[in-house]
């Protein structure tokens, strides 16, 4: 157990609506990043929060955003959803901005119809 | 673009024997990290090996590094079913430490 906890764990929605994926990073740590995994395009890298602030920006989308509030818990909305938004998102979380592990959940698979 | 890119993309091994791969990388770097997902499961981090590390070990992992070839190999030994999983490489390359990923590959222990 990761101590990542993220839910949903399943999502299906149509096209067009707005969704909200919730994380809880492992108790001490500081940073929560969001990964989108799929089949075609692997790994990619959303975004990074540390201690609430935005630290980093990967591959968001405008119609994707996020926050880091002040518990540390973290919320992914993804709006005007897309079949091609379809994809694991995955919440990580590590003690620091950057250079130690990370630790995933066990993501939210979100299906759009 | 892929920092990190692991070779092979699929390994299919008999259970028991030692599964080799290989991660390269483009440019200089501050740490690599392997992980190894289960299917459909979070990422799990396995060792994290600093640029003037070369060699660190974590019960069967033995994960190497050469800075000069920009490469790395993680050896699982005496490899078990439940070693099946996709295994990843990431490194972070400048002051920010911001982790690039490879594609992945895919180990399948055959019983």
């Known amino acids: 157990d990761s101590g990542v906890t993220q839910t949903p764990k399943h999502l299906i929605t149509a096209t067009g609506q707005r969704v909200t994926l919730r994380c809880s990073p492992r108790s001490g740590d500081l940073s929560v990043y969001w990964y989108q995994q799929s089949l075609d395009q692997g790994l990619q890298f959303l975004i990074q929060?540390?201690?609430?602030?935005?630290?980093a920006k990967g591959n968001i989308l405008e119609r994707f955003s996020a926050q880091q509030f002040p518990d540390l818990h973290s919320e992914l909305n993804l709006s005007s959803l897309e079949l091609g938004d379809s994809a694991l998102y995955f919440c990580?979380?590590?003690?620091?901005?950057?250079?130690?592990?990370?630790?995933f959940g066990n993501g939210t698979r979100l299906t759009v119809t | 673009s892929q920092q990190g890119e692991e070779d092979p993309q699929a390994l299919s091994i008999q259970e028991g024997e030692n599964a080799t791969m290989n991660c390269s990388y483009k440019?200089?770097?501050?740490?690599l990290q392997w992980y190894r997902q289960n299917s459909g499961r979070g990422l799990v981090h396995l060792i994290l090996i600093r640029s003037n590390e070369r060699e660190k070990h974590s019960g069967r992992l033995r994960v190497t590094l050469d800075t000069s070839k920009k490469s790395s190999s993680l050896l699982i030994t005496a490899s078990r079913a439940a070693d099946t999983a996709s295994y990843f490489c990431?490194?972070?390359?400048?002051?920010?430490?911001?982790?690039?990923w490879g594609a992945g590959t895919k180990l399948i222990i055959k019983p």
């Open positions: 990431a490194t972070d390359r400048d002051s920010n430490y911001q982790l690039i």
């Open positions: 990580a979380s590590s003690v620091s901005q950057g250079g130690s592990p990370l630790h």
């Open positions: 929060y540390y201690n609430g602030e935005e630290r």
């Open positions: 440019t200089s770097i501050n740490n």
